[in-house]
Nanobody
Framework: QVQLVESGGGSVQSGGSLRLSCGTS????????MGWFRQVLGKEREGVAF???????SYADSVKGRFTISQDNAMNTLILQMNRLMPEDTATYYC??????????????????????RGQGTQVIVSS
């Protein structure tokens, strides 16, 4: 059973930083995709970033250059370092995971909003 537990959300002023962590268990696929998505009440979920088993990362244009996704495999922890936060980053952030897909001779990841497993979310509030 895959379990994901986020922590590290909170309130910060515009320009500040937050570090989100996601403790994972049960995600034992040999090739996997781990990522973050966010959601504002009443709006569509938005993929933020993901990382694959090779350490390759992908970011939404809205967070490129400000957010960094990484993983500590020894601790089974996924990290999202968020710098230069802006009010439009305010949302509930979810950690998500799924098996990597295989097609045309290679493994690939979909966007985090498509993953089957997710945590309960952690709220981030950025004030101007």
């Amino acid at each position: 059973q895959v379990q994901l537990v986020e922590s590290g959300g909170g309130s910060v002023q515009s320009g500040g930083s937050l570090r989100l962590s996601c403790g994972t268990s049960g995600a034992t696929w040999s090739r996997k995709c781990m990522g973050w998505f966010r959601q504002v009440l009443g709006k569509e979920r938005e993929g933020v970033a993901f990382i694959d088993s090779d350490g390759k990362t992908s970011y939404a244009d809205s967070v490129k250059g400000r957010f960094t996704i990484s993983q500590d495999n020894a601790m089974n922890t996924l990290i999202l370092q968020m710098n230069r936060l802006m009010p439009e980053d305010t949302a509930t952030y979810y950690c998500a995971a799924d098996r990597a897909l295989y097609g045309s001779g290679y493994y690939y990841c979909l966007q985090p909003v498509e993953y089957r497993y997710r945590g309960q979310g952690t709220q981030v509030i950025v004030s101007s």
